[in-house]
Structure formats: C-alpha cells, structure tokens
C-alpha cells in the first residue's frame, strides 16, 4: 500500500516537473497533477495492455519504440478527461513520456536498492 502511495506521489510530482520543462505541457495545480497521476495510473493500467495487444506488430517492428507512442496516446486521452492537466499536441505529449519514463525507472531502482540494503 506506502508503495502505491509512493508511486502515485512521484508521479505526480515527476508530471509538475514535466510542466516545467516541456513547453504545450501544463499542470495547473498539485491537485490536479494527484488526479492526472491517478487516472493516467488507470489508464496504463485498463485500456493500455488493449492497445499494446493491438498494435504488437508495429511494436515489434520498432523494435519497442512504438510504446512510446502508446505512452503520449495515454497522456494525451488523460489530458482530456482532468481539467486542469493540458497538453497541446503529440509531440509534448511524447516529450512527457520520455521524461515519465525516465522517472519511473530511476523510482524503480531506488525502490529496489532500498529493499536490498
């Protein structure tokens, strides 16, 4: 469960961080980077494994570059459901992914080195 938590924290913080850095990508409050983390959570969570199904051989044809693309699709149907959450085109759309993921997996790591020590 503090692993949930923490996982939705930094997310949320990791997308605030995104708004500063990509331009077309906006975060108006603390609150609403909590309800963009949250749903873009279930969003990867319900309709993400549909698409990745869907499109594998694209994916596998890039080698897995395409999930990327998934990745801003996911953001850019978050971006339409919370208000206070724009994004205002692929591109920045596809600039957040690269960042969210890169935060991911250094929360992964840091998870995993704290658990091993």
């Given at each position: 469960?503090?692993?949930?938590?923490?996982?939705?924290i930094?997310?949320a913080?990791?997308l605030l961080?995104?708004a500063?850095?990509?331009?077309?990508?906006?975060?108006e409050?603390?609150?609403s980077?909590?309800i963009?983390?949250?749903?873009?959570?279930?969003?990867n969570?319900?309709?993400?494994?549909?698409?990745?199904?869907?499109?594998?051989?694209?994916t596998?044809?890039t080698?897995?570059?395409f999930?990327?693309v998934l990745n801003?699709?996911m953001?850019?149907?978050?971006?339409?459901?919370v208000?206070?959450?724009i994004?205002?085109?692929f591109i920045?759309?596809?600039l957040?992914?690269?960042?969210?993921?890169?935060v991911?997996?250094?929360?992964?790591?840091i998870?995993?080195?704290?658990?091993e020590?």
């Open positions: 469960m503090s692993y949930l938590l923490f996982r939705w930094i997310n913080l990791a961080l995104v500063n850095i990509v331009p077309g990508f906006g975060v409050s603390l609150y980077a909590l963009a983390a949250l749903v873009l959570g279930l969003a969570a319900l309709v993400r494994p549909l698409l990745f199904i869907l499109t594998l051989p694209i596998i044809l080698l897995g570059l999930t990327f801003a699709l953001i850019l149907l978050v971006s339409t459901i208000k206070g959450f994004v205002e085109g920045p759309a596809l957040a992914a690269l960042i969210l993921w890169v991911s997996m250094m929360t992964y790591w998870v995993k080195q704290a658990k020590s």
